[in-house]
């Protein structure tokens, strides 16, 4: 259930239009000059500074990473002692302890990783030579993996932060979606493991002391499809963007809700880009009428709310 959820939300928020554009942050971090010059958002800037792809040839021994699965995933390979199937793997650590380079069957030298977790052994066979990884800067894909010097960087540097969240939709302790708040002050309360979708949760409190979480992967919006940091979180607030917005419509937009005499520029703001336009000539003028894949749509006047369902 909870893995679904985390699809329909990726899914959800890619199809999204961004409701604001990032300004150079004036919080703790310090951005690289390189990344200002090239107009760089200062959530990219900050992933790209802080979480480099590291290649396995650059691991050292002791890396450790956080399980997420119950079983044992089918790219590894359990040497003995035989792991048993009863026991569930979920939250235990793997700690990387080397490689080797074999050829069963006579040909080029291929490399194997070498894990162990509470005295079981386990081989990653990657398949690629020596040279082959260094060339590629090769990290292998192990979805049920995360790697906990990322997770614990992004603890050093979040945790205790005033960000300002992107999206409502948000999750409960038990991993169950909830209707949040867009756009408002949340503080980071703690970086969490994940899952092999979205590696790591933040969990966080509201200015209205509701704490929730939302899950994300440590990759710029410009390397992944998934959902990134840039795409959840702003270091600017918001609203100082959107001054001319009263507080009662600022209020909806932070539900994504809508009301009766809004502006086209304040709806958009609170429910996106809609995905049909269309223009109604009536007696007294044009009615102008989006329609949204969700099933709600939206009348107006004037470029002013008069109907809607959502």
Do not use: H
């Not at 390189?34 to 040839?57: R, T």
């Not at 003995?80 to 650590?93: A, E, H, N, Q, W």
């Not at 192990?142 to 999750?171: C, E, H, Q, V």
Request: charged share 25%; with cysteine; aromatic share 12%.
């Amino acid at each position: 259930m909870r893995i679904n959820l985390i699809y329909i939300t990726i899914l959800s928020l890619l199809s999204m239009t961004s409701c604001f554009t990032g300004v150079e942050s004036t919080g703790k971090i310090t951005l690289p000059e390189e990344s200002k010059a090239d107009k760089q958002s200062p959530e990219d800037a900050f992933i790209e500074s802080y979480f480099v792809p590291q290649g396995c040839d650059s691991w050292r021994e002791g890396k450790a990473f956080y399980y997420t699965d119950e079983k044992l995933s089918f790219v590894f390979q359990a040497e003995r002692p035989t792991f048993p199937d009863s026991v569930s793997l979920k939250g235990k650590i793997f700690t990387y302890t080397g490689s080797v380079e074999e050829s069963p069957f006579g040909g080029e030298k291929k490399v194997v990783l070498l894990f162990e977790c509470e005295g079981y052994r386990f081989r990653y066979d990657t398949d690629k030579t020596r040279a082959e990884i260094a060339q590629m800067k090769y990290t292998p894909l192990i979805p049920p993996f995360i790697d906990l010097d990322d997770l614990n960087m992004a603890r050093s540097l979040l945790k205790g932060r005033t960000l300002y969240i992107k999206t409502p939709m948000w999750y409960d302790r038990n991993g169950d979606a909830i209707d949040g708040r867009k756009l408002v002050p949340v503080e980071v309360l703690d970086i969490r493991p994940g899952n092999n979708v979205l590696p790591v949760e933040v969990w966080f409190k509201d200015d209205k002391g509701n704490e929730a979480g939302v899950f994300m992967s440590l990759l710029t919006s410009a390397r992944s499809q998934y959902i990134t940091f840039d795409r959840l979180f702003s270091f600017e607030n918001p609203r100082l963007q959107y001054k001319e917005i009263q507080d009662e419509a600022w209020e909806q937009i932070t539900l994504s809700r809508v009301k009766a005499g809004m502006t086209k520029a304040e709806c958009k703001l609170s429910l996106g880009n809609p995905n049909e336009v269309k223009k109604i000539p009536t007696y007294s003028g044009l009615r102008e009428q989006w329609i949204y894949n969700s099933g709600a749509y939206l009348f107006f006047v004037d470029g002013l709310l008069t109907e809607y369902r959502l």
